[in-house]
């Protein structure tokens, strides 16, 4: 019987629209709340300990706020009243399962990806990340601690790059581009398993669960396919320059993030027409060997029909056969079926079928 599987969506049915309802297994997750606020000049880095310390940053700064801990409704949805959030957006934000995409509203922008990384049993883990971006701050939501964006944070910490000298809309981009840049190290440890189930196809090098994790690489890709897909469309939103929250010359960086998506896209097609033709493979060698097997049989079948129809003749119990009454009829029936299996061996040596 077939294990039933656990619906998310269910915590969902019947509830009034704008339910703030966290879908995750995370229950038990602490809250963590980090905050940069910069400038040119300086910046300040401090863990939050109480939700009310996010509402204490003051004009003229970019400010970061992330908030580890989506389980945390409360805090979330009092952070929401302060920055004036849809309840929609606070919905979209403790609902794990939602695709990607991007929501524009009068004062902020609210955008959503998919963060993927390979844990230490090498699976798999897709992480939802939710941005929103203000006219000087940008408000980051993720399940549990653990990001791609130590690399931003070193930036601002040391001042490098462009970060501290542009606004909330570079920073925005300076996240995403470290979730994308990561989408990378993703693609090349698919493309490494992939190489590895075809060295291991071609070597005749397969163990019996091959199938079976020629599957699971198909769901993995097609995990990585349904996450990395939907940003081209928020992308090529945001480098359009409709909204004011994003600068003109943001823009140009924005643009270079669809660039990278497009080509993680296009690994992401290969890899997927790859790993059919690798089940493919798979199945044409099982068949191969088969028909090898099949072979060995037919010859030595091929073989031993003369000889059975000789060994035939001579056992049958009719008392006149002639050749009994020979004194060596014994040994040149032996003979006989010695030389016609040496001349059949050597016929299909010949013919290059052994």
Known sequence: MAKKR????????????????????????????????????????????????CFNFEHGT???????????????????????????????????????????????????????YYDTNEKIVSEQVSFVLGPEYV????????????????????????????????????????????????????GNKIEDFETNIFSGNVDEDISQNIQNLKREILRVRRAIFPLREIISRMEKGDNSLIEPKTITYFRDVYDHLIQVSENIDIYREMIWSLMDMYMTTISNKMNEVMKVLTIMASIFIPLTFIAGIYGMNFEYIPELQYRYSYFILWGVMIVMFIAMLFYFKRKKWL
């Open 62 to 116: 970019v400010t970061w706020i992330n908030i580890n801990g989506l389980n945390h409704v409360h805090a979330i949805e009092r952070i929401g009243e302060h920055y004036e959030l849809h309840p929609l957006v606070l919905e979209d934000i403790v609902n794990i399962s939602q695709r990607p995409k991007i929501d524009e509203y009068d004062d902020y922008l609210f955008v959503v990806l998919k963060m993927l």
């Open 6 to 53: 656990k619906l998310r969506s269910k915590k969902h049915i019947g509830q009034i629209p704008g339910s703030v309802i966290y879908t995750g297994e995370k229950q038990d997750h602490k809250l963590f709340i980090e905050a940069f606020d910069y400038n040119k000049g300086m910046h300040i880095e401090k863990e939050l300990l109480d939700v009310e310390e």
């Open 139 to 190: 408000l980051t939501f993720q399940e549990s601690e653990g990001d791609v964006f130590d690399s931003v944070r070193e930036r601002i910490r040391q001042g490098k790059g462009r970060v501290r000298s542009m606004g909330a809309d570079y920073l925005l981009y300076a996240l995403m581009d470290a979730i994308v840049d990561h989408y990378f190290s993703v693609i090349e440890i698919l």
